[in-house]
Structures are given as C-alpha cells and as structure tokens.
C-alpha cells in the first residue's frame, strides 16, 4: 500500500462519525447491551453451507465457548487476504456496525503469501502490516477493541513426524506489530502447530476435512474447527481480552452434532 493511500485511508477513518454513547442512561444501556465479537478473516475462519459439509470455520464453533451475552459476528471470507478483505469493503461493512466495548479479531496471512495474485498478496514487513493497521485503527476510532490472531497452521508433517510451519514470515510481523501498536495478540499460528505436533500424522487428519474424494491440509472438520475454537476461546481469556464469566464449556466435550451447515443465500 502506498503511503499516500494508507494517509487517505487513515483520513477517511478520522472523519467518519464515532458511536460513543451519550452520558446518562444511554451511557448505562451502552455499558449493559451485549457486546459482539466480529470477526475478519479467511476461510479457516468462515462460514461454510451445506453445499461444501463437513468443511467447517472454526468461527462457526467459537459461539459454543461464549456466554450468551457475548455474541460473534463472523465476516471471514473464503479467499481473502488483510488486502482483499479491505479492497472489497468488507472492513467497511464491519465498521459501520462495531459499537463501542464490542472486539474486532483479525486473522489474516493465509491467502496474503500468494505471490502470484496481486489482488491478495502483502509483503510481510510492509504491506501486511500497513494493511493490518488499518483493522487496528478503524476499531480504535470507534471505541471497540482490536485483536490480532496469527494464522492457524497448515497440517504439515515431514519425514520424521514433525509439524512443519507453513506461513513464512507473516506470523512474526504480526507479533512484531501487535506489540508495536500494544495489540492483543492471539498466538493461535503456535498453539496449532504444537497441538497437530501433539496428536501427530495420523491423527491431525481426523481434524482436517479429509473425505473420501479430497485430502484438505488447510480447512477443519467439526472437530477441527471445534479445537481450533478452543485455542481461541482460551487465548481470549488468557490475555484478558474475554473473562471467565464471558466463557463457558472450555473443557467440556462439545458435540459434533452441534455444527450445522445452512443453505447458501440465493
């Protein structure tokens, strides 16, 4: 991104109207009302419909972790990158409609190392961050709170049954930027790996969506997305981000059955 698009973009964010409550009673509505966790992100993260089953987003379990005055708004997307995701104005979508005490977790990195697409690919140490921080300053702006979340790994082994890491560089610019703007970070990159490294070559399938006719190394099952949700959950409270009386069933079993696959929008 160029720093005069980046000054552009910052500019447009400084000007849009903030939300903050009023003082008074609107106030201690705004202080009471349930608070959303929205969510930006790819396809790890998505949404999935009964046209693409088992294939599952693991922000399709993080609800089963959250009390019911903790709501997630998911607007990952199949596909996109920090770049894409903004290019397409779906962080604008999200910002319209963040509130005051509400979250945004960004996790992007995926789709960003695609060199050859330049509709989606950042460059780690530049343009990924430049991206990100526009996620980071559009939260601000609008008194919610910013959440970096470095990409889930990959299911990668090599010959002697190690978990391999697949995302380069783009995890340690996160973590390089999360403490440089004083961002909440998720380490869900090393907490995935360590738990695939765990579980080893043949279980971490039962966790990916292998079927009979695909071997997929990058998207979950039910139980995948259900575990990745888990990390994530735990992380939210870990960092102080969510409290013990926001979650729930952190260690309790959670039923596949609970994952369901809506019909896509016509």
Do not use: C
Request: no cysteine.
């Amino acid at each position: 991104m160029s720093l005069t698009r980046r000054q552009a973009a910052m500019a447009a964010l400084a000007a849009a109207p903030l939300t903050f409550a009023a003082t008074g009673t609107a106030q201690a509505t705004s202080l009471h009302r349930t608070r959303t966790l929205y969510i930006a992100g790819d396809s790890t993260a998505a949404q999935k419909y009964s046209d693409v089953a088992p294939e599952t987003g693991w922000g399709m379990a993080l609800p089963f972790f959250l009390r019911k005055d903790r709501s997630v708004s998911n607007h990952a997307q199949n596909g996109r990158s920090s770049k894409s995701f903004v290019d397409e104005g779906r962080l604008d979508v999200i910002l319209r409609a963040i509130r005051p005490g509400d979250f945004l977790l960004i996790q992007f990195g995926h789709n960003d190392e695609k060199v050859a697409d330049p509709t989606r690919y950042t460059e780690p140490w530049t343009t990924y961050q430049d991206y990100l921080r526009l996620y980071i300053d559009g939260a601000r702006a609008r008194g919610a709170r910013p959440v970096l979340a470095t990409s889930v790994e990959r299911r990668k082994f090599d010959a002697a049954g190690k978990a391999v890491p697949t995302h380069g560089e783009y995890p340690a610019a996160m973590r390089a930027l999360a403490q440089e703007e004083r961002v909440t970070l998720l380490d869900i990159q090393a907490l995935s790996i360590a738990l695939w490294q765990r579980l080893g070559v043949e279980e971490t399938k039962k966790y990916f969506n292998w079927t009979a006719t695909e071997q997929d190394n990058t998207h979950f099952n039910p139980p995948g997305a259900i575990a990745v949700a888990r990390l994530v959950a735990r992380e939210l409270l870990r960092t102080g981000v969510l409290g013990s009386q926001d979650l729930r069933r952190l260690d309790e079993t959670i039923p596949e059955s609970w994952i369901t696959w809506p019909q896509a929008a016509a």
